[in-house]
Structures are given as structure tokens and as C-alpha cells.
């Protein structure tokens, strides 16, 4: 049966006479005064001194070389030939020698970085279709008005992929050396993967579906950007599961600098070498730097009018060979090469405008 109701009336939904339903539970209300405040504040206020001389004390600890290569060994020859447009087909390779004095111990990481060069305005950062690099082949071929004028090529053929950010992605390529001696010298071995985020590699950017195609066949009926020499399914000759939207250099350069003046992860140190098992060796090294120029006729004069439009993004500071041809003698290439040991930075990741790391 139903509960009956015994009241009746005004009063009838009163709630009980009750410590809990009248609120008269025992509560604390603290009071706040200088005495209890003060000690809280002091407390915090060590635990943050604390974490700022060790964050100190680790920066002091970072060993690091920087080789601005613009100027360095012969890499001037490469800047003249860069002015004679006839040559656009052809590669140049430069080399810089420098000597490490101390030996970089454990893991230790190889960055480029570039100056003034803006990846975060608004139209460049807008570049870009997210559904072409996550692998839908919709967008593959049919890539967004974003990508404009970077969607197409000349003769109508979409690109793929798109844009202005892969367009002008930095493709300068370096091989680290050491020299024993005068007359015998080895190459230092870099791992050219695990330098990306985890949600880059496995959710932002994906392969289009294969079907037991090729990749080659899958990307038949598409493009390369403008200034690419290789097409995106053959970045990587030594390691096939590197290639296409996942290649680690196509996705760490996708994803955009906040600042002018910036560093992007090019390699970690393999370790698995008996010489380098406990990082750098301290000795003399050399990097050989190769410049790959643009192989288009013509294309260079699109580009830099886009780079243009914004003042603040010069064209005479794209990334190394990316750059149109250069005028009035200004300097094309700001390539910066890093030696680096020690901090724990590239956004929650141990890397860091070329450097090696420990």
C-alpha cells in the first residue's frame, strides 16, 4: 500500500526537522589570515625556486654546437649557382668541418633550423587539406580550395599533397662524419624515424588505403608539390614503411612553427654503433650538406609570389632549396646546424635548427 500522507495544508511539504534536511550539519569555515596564508605561500614559493634551479642547472648541462652553414666551408659555391636559373636541375653539396672538444654523452639529437622564416601566418598555416593526409582518397584526388594555388598543377593534375606548407617543406639533406684520422673517416649512423608526436604518426596523417596496390599505384593520377624533386610515396629509398603522408620529415615539417625563428628534428644518434655507443666521441667532424634545387621551370616565380603577398614572409627566406631564384644579391639560405646534448625540449619529447642531442 501507499504511503499515506499525515499532514495536510500549507506546512505539508516541509521538509523534516533534521540536522541534514535543515542544514545543521557541523561544517568548518576557515578563516583566512595572515598566519595561515603566509606559511601556504612560502611553501609554494620554495617548491618553485626548487624547480627553477634544477630547470637551470639541466639547461647548463645541455652541450650544443651551432653551425650556421650559410657561409661555412664552401657552401658559397652552391649560392652562386643557385643564381643562374639554367642550373635549377642540377644538385650542389657543400661540407663543413668543426671539432667537438668534449664528448656528447648519451643520446644525442641532430636538428636544421631556419630564421625569419614565418610559418605561422594565417593563408600559409590555411595551406593545407587534413583529409588528403589522413589518406582519403576522395581528397586525394580532389584536394581542398585551401590548397589553392598549390591544389593543381599547371596542366590541371591534382597535388598531393597540397598546399603551401608542403610546397616549401625544407629538403636539404645532411651526412654527419667522423674522421679517426687524417685518411679514415665514418659516418655517423642517424635514425630517421621516431622523430614525430604519436598522434601525428598514427592519427593525423595515414596512407590512403592500398587494396594490394602499390604505393606508387595509389598515387597514380596525382602530382608532386611544385618544388619537390621526388614524388611523397618515394621520400624515403631505405625505409619503405616511411614513405608517403607518414614520412616523419614530411610530418614534422607539417606541423607549424610558432615562431620566426625556429628548430625541427632532422635525427637521433644510433647507438647500436660500437664507436657511438656512449654518444659523440669527441674529435673532428665534418657535415656534407646537399642542396636540392628547384626542378621546375617556372614554377619559382609562382611561389615567390605567394611568399610575397604578406610582407612579413620574404622570399629570399624560404628553407634552403625551396627558395625562388634570388635577387639583388640577397643571401637565399639561413640553414642552421646543432650539436646538441642534454635538454629535454621539441614540445614533451627528447629533440630539438640542425642539431644533435644528448
Known amino acids: 500500500m501507499g504511503k499515506t500522507k499525515n499532514k495536510s495544508g500549507p506546512l505539508a511539504r516541509r521538509p523534516d ?8 550539519l557541523p561544517a568548518w569555515s576557515p578563516m583566512l589570515t595572515a598566519n595561515t596564508v603566509l606559511p601556504f605561500f612560502y611553501l609554494l614559493a620554495v617548491i618553485c625556486m626548487l624547480l627553477g634551479v634544477w630547470l637551470l642547472l639541466l639547461v647548463q648541462s645541455t652541450q650544443e654546437i651551432k653551425l650556421d652553414y650559410t657561409d661555412l666551408g664552401n657552401c658559397n659555391e652552391c649560392f652562386d649557382l643557385r643564381r643562374n636559373v ?11 668541418e668543426f671539432s667537438i672538444d668534449k664528448s656528447l654523452k648519451g643520446d644525442v639529437f641532430f636538428y636544421y633550423g ?3 622564416f614565418h610559418q605561422n601566418l594565417r593563408r600559409y598555416m590555411d595551406s593545407r587539406d587534413d583529409g588528403q593526409t589522413l589518406g582519403r582518397i576522395k581528397n586525394l584526388k580532389n584536394p581542398s580550395t585551401y590548397c589553392a594555388p598549390f591544389d593543381k598543377d599547371n596542366d590541371g593534375v591534382p597535388i598531393a599533397p597540397c598546399g603551401a606548407i608542403a610546397n616549401s617543406m625544407f629538403n636539404d639533406s645532411f651526412t654527419l662524419n667522423y674522421h679517426l684520422s687524417s685518411s679514415r673517416s665514418v659516418p655517423v649512423p642517424l635514425l630517421r624515424t621516431g622523430l614525430t608526436w604519436y598522434t601525428d604518426k598514427n592519427i593525423k596523417f595515414r596512407n590512403p588505403r592500398t587494396d594490394n596496390l602499390t604505393l606508387a599505384e595509389v598515387f597514380e593520377g596525382t602530382r608532386p608539390p611544385l618544388y619537390w624533386q621526388k614524388p611523397v610515396y618515394s621520400l624515403d629509398p631505405h625505409d619503405p614503411n616511411n614513405n608517403g603522408f607518414i614520412n616523419e620529415d614530411l610530418i614534422v615539417w607539417m606541423r607549424e612553427a610558432a615562431f620566426p625563428n625556429f628548430k625541427k628534428l632532422y635525427g637521433i644518434l644510433n647507438r647500436a654503433d660500437p664507436i657511438f655507443e656512449k654518444g659523440l666521441p669527441k674529435g673532428n667532424y665534418s657535415i656534407d650538406i646537399s642542396y636540392t634545387l628547384p626542378g621546375q621551370e617556372g614554377s619559382g616565380a609562382d611561389h615567390a609570389d605567394l611568399v610575397r603577398r604578406p610582407e612579413p614572409f620574404p622570399a629570399d627566406c624560404l628553407p634552403g632549396n625551396q627558395q625562388p631564384d634570388p635577387a639583388g644579391g640577397r643571401r637565399p639560405h639561413r640553414g642552421l646546424v646543432e650539436v646538441r646534448k642534454g635538454w629535454e625540449e621539441h614540445e614533451g619529447m627528447k629533440h630539438g635548427g640542425v642539431k644533435t642531442e644528448d
Not at 86 to 96: L, M, W
Open 17 to 24: 526537522n533534521s540536522a541534514f534536511k535543515q542544514q545543521r
Open 86 to 96: 639554367s642550373n635549377a636541375a642540377q644538385t650542389c653539396s657543400c661540407r663543413v
Open 114 to 116: 631556419l630564421k625569419n
